[in-house]
């Protein structure tokens, strides 16, 4: 009961792992709608290596589920998510879609994490990944989390100028050469669905094949290590007519 409960109250620094160090890429989607209200979705999978590294750190043994459904959907609840589906492909996988009323108020505290402007009928999304919105993620997580982060020592979070090798060498010290390999793997997918005609698709320090546009749905793929230690941050932005 006790290793179970750790695993639940640190639920929140347990996915931000699971988003930093994985083999496999992480999927968040996001579909909006005329209103405002929109889908989101999440999968990501753990490696072999990181599993271990993640049990270690919330204090539980590597063949226990890393994941708690009841937290999960208690965490998504108090930021204003309403879950509708939850799965667990395997313990170390995780699946999560849930419903939001408005994606422009997804962040609390944060003005500019996801705006949306429209004029002459041209839609004009921007996301914008920046080391104070992570800030803000972090502040509406558990206290606990704080401890959790201070050991990923990524520079989004500790401010810190780095280079992506840098860090990634300092990863390996930390964790290990294999740790260090998938995290130069790792990669994040970004899609996002809109209701109408899409015009244009733009994503700062993007190369070729970054950005696929098919019908209403666009995919942003960004390097993880590139998320993790580019200061000036990421920003999204995506024009659309109804």
Not at 186 to 202: D, H, K, M, W, Y
Not at 211 to 216: F, H, T
Request: aromatic share 4%; hydrophobic share 45%.
């Amino acid at each position: 009961m006790k290793n179970k409960h750790r695993t639940a109250f640190s639920l929140c620094a347990v996915l931000l792992i699971c988003v930093i160090f994985t083999s496999c890429t992480t999927s968040v989607s996001l579909e909006t709608r005329t209103d405002k209200s929109g889908a989101v979705a999440m999968q990501t999978k753990l490696s072999p290596s990181v599993q271990t590294l993640v049990a270690s750190l919330a204090g539980v043994d590597s063949t226990e589920a890393l994941f708690d459904a009841n937290q999960i959907r208690a965490s998504l609840k108090a930021a204003g998510f309403a879950v509708t589906g939850l799965k667990f492909p395997s313990k170390s996988a995780l699946t999560v879609t849930a419903e939001t009323k408005n994606i422009t108020t997804m962040l609390r505290g944060s003005k500019d994490l996801l705006t949306v402007t429209t004029a002459n009928g041209v839609n004009d999304m921007r996301i914008k990944l920046t080391p104070e919105n992570v800030k803000k993620a972090v502040a509406v997580m558990p206290e606990d989390t704080a401890l959790y982060i201070e050991l990923l020592i990524a520079p989004i979070f500790t401010g810190e100028v780095m280079s992506a090798q840098e860090y990634t060498d300092l990863i390996a010290i930390a964790y290990g050469d294999k740790i260090a390999q998938d995290l130069q793997k790792a990669r994040v997918n970004l899609l996002f669905s809109v209701p109408g005609t899409i015009l244009s698709a733009e994503m700062t320090n993007s190369r070729e094949n970054d950005i696929a546009v098919k019908d209403n749905t666009i995919t942003m793929s960004i390097p993880l290590v590139t998320l993790l230690t580019d200061l000036k941050g990421t920003e999204c932005r995506i024009r659309w007519k109804e």
